[in-house]
């Protein structure tokens, strides 16, 4: 069984982090952990191991936002972000991590536009993980999407929408995924939401939100619904959305008299 650092959230600025709790303050850092970062500043770096089970981060708000996050290399034993009360984490640039150790995430996170750089041991979003432009991963990041909340990508276009690509492996751990559309649609349209030299897994669900809503049901390799006179597929084995035109009343009565006339030979 692995042993997790744990990184926990403070609820509310001046708020106390539960018992045997190192915090993380904005000012700086306790005299019990060498690292002083300031997670509410345009970046923030881990790049001392620290010594107690748990470090609280105390930011005063519920959703921290930061343009780069390190975890440094010298780091030697594994991860976790976790939720205290702040209950969202953004990450605008960048998310660096090593080999030497995986790191989970057991708070939202929005990654917009973000570049992934390492994390070959392993990057898991344990609960929920929102999409925002092109996230690229590096060929060597294993990345799982889990179970504990949504995974959403949110699309305003064909051409402006949110994507996870270029991981080594990404993995579906019966991840609920949310298709969330600020946009209008029209048939024809396709794009990648997730692409990795391995991507692997199953999703529990399927759902779109926003400008067209419902739920989508899986068949035959695909997760297929109809919403706004659209038909929506996505293939979880390819990472690729299809949006292609519902069929008529029409070409379904006609398809149906087809089947019956032909079993009547």
Do not use: C
Request: net charge negative.
């Amino acid at each position: 069984m692995k042993t997790f650092v744990l990184f926990a959230f403070a609820v509310l600025a001046g708020a106390s982090a539960r018992a045997g709790t190192t915090n993380w303050v904005n000012t700086g850092a306790d005299s019990s952990w060498s690292d002083s970062k300031n997670w509410s500043s345009d970046t923030a770096v881990i790049s001392t191991q620290p010594t107690d089970s748990v470090i609280g981060v105390d930011t005063g708000t519920l959703t921290n936002i930061v343009t780069a996050l390190t975890f440094a290399s010298g780091l030697t034993g594994d991860l976790e972000i976790t939720n205290a009360g702040v209950e969202q984490l953004t990450i605008t640039s960048s998310l660096t991590g090593s080999s030497n150790y995986a790191v989970n995430f057991s708070l939202f996170v929005n990654l917009t536009g973000t570049t992934i750089t390492g994390f070959a041991n392993d990057l898991n979003f344990d609960s929920g993980l929102s999409l925002s432009g092109t996230v690229t991963a590096n060929s060597a990041a294993i990345i799982t999407l889990g179970s504990t909340s949504n995974t959403v990508v949110n699309i305003q276009s064909s051409a402006s929408h949110g994507s996870l690509i270029g991981a080594g492996t990404l993995a579906f751990n019966n991840t609920d995924l949310v298709l969330n559309l600020s946009g209008a649609l029209t048939a024809g349209t396709s794009m990648q939401l997730f692409s990795a030299n391995s991507l692997s897994g199953s999703l529990d669900s399927v759902t779109l939100a926003g400008l067209y809503s419902g739920s989508l049901t899986y068949g035959n390799g695909l997760w297929t619904g109809t919403s706004g006179g659209l038909t929506w597929n996505f293939n979880a084995g390819t990472g690729m959305l299809y949006v292609v035109p519902e069929p008529s009343s029409g070409a379904l009565f006609m398809t149906a008299a087809l089947f019956l006339r032909r079993r009547r030979y």
